[in-house]
Nanobody
Framework: QVQLVESGGGLVQAGGSLRLSCAVS????????MGWFRQAPGKEREFVAA????????YYVDSVKGRFTISRDNAKNTLYLQMNSLEPEDTAVYYC???????????????????WGQGTQVTVSS
């Protein structure tokens, strides 16, 4: 069983930064495509970013391009999301997720991810 634990959320003013971390308990972390999703109250879960297990290629939703950076440290079994220039619209619960051998075409679809963390709240005040 793969367990994911997010940390790093909090309250920040608009324009500020946060770095989310996701610790993953598995010996095969490097073989998983990892993603970040978010869910605001009353809204569906939304894809934010992903990083492929084999190429390290990264993918972002348009609204965060140029502001957020996803990265991974395979030696530490940890996934990161650096969030800069935060906006009130970024307020949500952020989840990390892991998927084995995920096709690029499915990388932004939450139902194809196999394991999920419990989420961490990010609140951006205006």
């Amino acid at each position: 069983q793969v367990q994911l634990v997010e940390s790093g959320g909090g309250l920040v003013q608009a324009g500020g930064s946060l770095r989310l971390s996701c610790a993953v308990s598995t010996r095969t972390f490097s073989s998983y495509t990892m993603g970040w999703f978010r869910q605001a109250p009353g809204k569906e879960r939304e894809f934010v970013a992903a990083i492929r297990w084999n190429t390290g290629n990264t993918y972002y939703v348009d609204s965060v391009k140029g502001r957020f950076t996803i990265s991974r440290d395979n030696a530490k079994n940890t996934l990161y999301l650096q969030m800069n220039s935060l906006e009130p619209e970024d307020t949500a619960v952020y989840y990390c997720a892991a998927a084995a051998y995920l096709l690029i075409a499915r990388i932004s679809t939450h139902s194809y991810y196999d394991y999920w963390g419990q989420g961490t709240q990010v609140t951006v005040s205006s």
